[in-house]
Each structure stands twice: as structure tokens, then as C-alpha cells.
């Protein structure tokens, strides 16, 4: 009789071990940043000899952004390989050892397709993709080597849980070299994520069928504007629309509201990231986090936490601080903030009217 019960115990311990085990959904931690915009007082401040360091530049964030499973930024400016030359605004070209520097700070999602893709034009993107996929551990998406690159749509596994990973610009900046390069990319039209609907649609239909979570990063809106443009309203509903999860905005350069429509989190912008722009918001930043939670087959998105971002520079340094840290010491070294006293409530006061999303933990 003992041995009977004894067998019937461990085989219904067996069976709630079972069931917890299959019953436990599924989690991805995720954080998202903005505009990471190398600057030559950027490049300038991270050199060191013959190459360059943005460690300290991150150095501030690590922690957070080390600590999720899926850490998103956007790569603003075009990283072509060092034989192109380190250069600044207004045509970039980014030190090749800022990839190690981002994926030493946590980042392992990057958005490519920018304003800025082809500034230096078609043959500096290709020699992009291919320093890319260099870093096979980092999902790049937005810029193509050939047709067969851009019908692959992006995807990794994190705890069970698939993800796409899109990325798409409005277009590209009017340089020097504007009608070379317009006719390069109507030659070749692959070679950069662009909003184009029906290309869109047929990205999204594919990526659905490989994955649970779909994540859109697109560069849209008017810069230094927190005004939503109305091509950010047609793409927002569109994506919407598609049965997207998440898009995240790029570009305004400022930090812009969050909103949902339908079950699509729409990200609008979160500002810069690291840059030396010089007005006085282009300082106040956004980095939100959330958890991806796939529970009977069915994804939804849980804790979101958002937390303003200064990035701080002077003469001596450029570096990136969490508002709650921020003291008015730092403001008054800051090369744009030091001659705006009462800056830091001024900002609380400014995320308080932009980020109204009662579903949105704000830490500040």
C-alpha cells in the first residue's frame, strides 16, 4: 500500500512539474534607444592614437542596456570601412571600431537605414553590409548587399520567443553628389530599406510566417519638430494595420509621444542617443524597456518603463547620463545646458507632457 502511494505522490509531482513547466509563458526583456549620430567632436573625443574607444561615451548605461535580452539603437551614421575616412557632418562616415564598441555595451539589434545611408554613396553602403555581417551575433537590418540580402528578412531567438526585425527610411539627404546617387539607388533600389507599402506589406506577410514578434525601426517625421508629421500618422496605422508589434521612430531628432494603435506600440521618437547637435531638447533623450511575454501562443508586452536620457558634452567630454542622475554640477559643465538654469525641472516637466501613456512607468 505504502509503495502505491508513494508511486502515485512522485507521478502527480511529475505532472505539476509538467504542467508548470510547459504553462510558464515564454519572456524577452527588450530595451530601445535613439539617434546614435558620431559627430566629429565625437570621433574627436574617442580617439586614442591610432583608434578609437566610445566605451566611455556609453559608459554611464551599460548596466541597463547589458542587462536585456534584445537592446535596440539606431545607427545614424553610415559605418563604410576606415579606408573611406573618419568624417563628421554633413556626409558621415563612422570609425569601424564604434560595432565592438556598441556590442560591448549591450546592443545586439541595430537599425541602419537612415537619412544618411548613402552619403558617401553606393559602394561606401556595400562595403557597410559587409562589415555588418562581420557581427554575425548583431541583427542588422535596413541596408542590403544584393536582391537575395533584401528579401532575407532578419530574425533571432531569444527564450523561445522569434523575432523579425524590419527597418526603413523615408529617403536620403541632398548632398553634393544628390543626382549620382538617386540614379545608383533607382539602379539598384535593393540596397536600402525605403517606405514603400507594397514592399512593406510583402516584408511583414514574410515575416510573420517566421517569427512570433514583428519589430519595425523606421526613420520618418521632420527633425527638431515634436510635432507628429502626418507621413509618421499614414505609416503609423499602416504598420498598424499589417498586425506589426512594435515600431520604433527615428530621425526628429527629439523625443515624441508613445502611443498604441490597435495591439502596434508606436514608438515615434526617442531622440538622439550620442551626438554634439546643438539645440537645447536635442540634450533630453529617451530609452524605454519592456517585456515580450508569449504565453498559449498569444505575445503581449508588459512592464514598460521609460527613462529620459541627457547626453552630456563639453570640450573635454561626450557621454550620456539617465536624468534621475543628473545633477545641476553636470548642467553647468554642459556646453548648450550650462546657461539654462532650471533645465533639469524644466525637461521633468516637458517628459511629463510628452509621455502621457498611463500604461508607461516613467523614471525620473
Known amino acids: 500500500m505504502k509503495k502505491i502511494l508513494l508511486i502515485l505522490i512522485l507521478s502527480i509531482s511529475l505532472c505539476l512539474s509538467l504542467f508548470l513547466y510547459f504553462s510558464k509563458p515564454n519572456q524577452v526583456s527588450f ?45 545614424e551614421t553610415l559605418i563604410a570601412g576606415d579606408q573611406y575616412g573618419i ?9 569601424e571600431a564604434l560595432i565592438n564598441d556598441l556590442q560591448d555595451t549591450g546592443f545586439n ?57 524590419l527597418s526603413y527610411t523615408f529617403g536620403i539627404n541632398e548632398t553634393s553628389n544628390y543626382q549620382t546617387i538617386q540614379a545608383q539607388l533607382k539602379a539598384s533600389p535593393y540596397v536600402l530599406g525605403q517606405l514603400d507599402k507594397k514592399q512593406i506589406k510583402e516584408d511583414v506577410q514574410k515575416a510573420r510566417k517566421q517569427s512570433d514578434v514583428i519589430i519595425v525601426a523606421v526613420h520618418w517625421g521632420k527633425e527638431n519638430d515634436t510635432s507628429i508629421s502626418p507621413l509618421q500618422k499614414e505609416y503609423a496605422h499602416y504598420f498598424a494595420n499589417l498586425g506589426v508589434d512594435v515600431v520604433i521612430g527615428n530621425h526628429p531628432h527629439l523625443i515624441q ?26 540634450q533630453l533623450e529617451g530609452m524605454i524597456s519592456f517585456n515580450f511575454i508569449k504565453k498559449k501562443k498569444k505575445i503581449m508586452i508588459e512592464n514598460i518603463t521609460y ?39 524644466e525637461f521633468k516637466n516637458h517628459i511629463k507632457q510628452t509621455i502621457t501613456n498611463k500604461d508607461i512607468d516613467i523614471e525620473m
Open 31 to 75: 530595451i530601445a534607444v535613439g539617434d546614435n549620430i558620431i559627430h566629429e567632436k565625437v570621433f574627436t573625443f574617442a580617439k586614442e592614437s591610432n583608434t578609437y574607444n566610445f566605451k566611455p561615451c556609453y559608459k554611464h548605461l551599460k548596466n541597463y542596456i547589458s542587462n536585456h535580452d534584445l537592446a535596440y539603437i539606431n545607427q
Open 87 to 95: 568624417r563628421g557632418y554633413p556626409n558621415f562616415n563612422s570609425p
Open 109 to 165: 539589434m541595430i537599425s541602419g537605414a537612415t537619412n544618411h545611408s548613402l552619403d558617401l554613396g553606393k559602394d561606401a553602403l556595400l562595403s557597410s553590409t559587409r562589415i555588418w555581417k562581420q557581427h554575425p551575433e548583431i541583427l542588422f537590418s535596413g541596408l542590403y548587399e544584393n536582391q537575395e540580402d533584401r528579401q532575407t528578412i532578419r530574425v533571432i531567438e531569444k527564450n523561445s520567443i522569434r523575432f523579425s526585425f
Open 257 to 282: 509621444p508613445i502611443i498604441k494603435i490597435k495591439n502596434t506600440l508606436i514608438i515615434y521618437s526617442l531622440g538622439n542617443f550620442l551626438s554634439t547637435m546643438k539645440g537645447v531638447y536635442n
Open 307 to 345: 527613462i529620459p536620457l541627457i547626453n552630456h558634452y563639453s570640450d573635454h567630454i561626450v557621454t550620456i547620463y539617465p536624468l534621475k542622475e543628473y545633477t545641476s554640477t553636470l548642467a553647468s559643465k554642459h556646453s548648450i545646458l550650462k546657461d539654462h538654469i532650471g533645465i533639469i525641472k
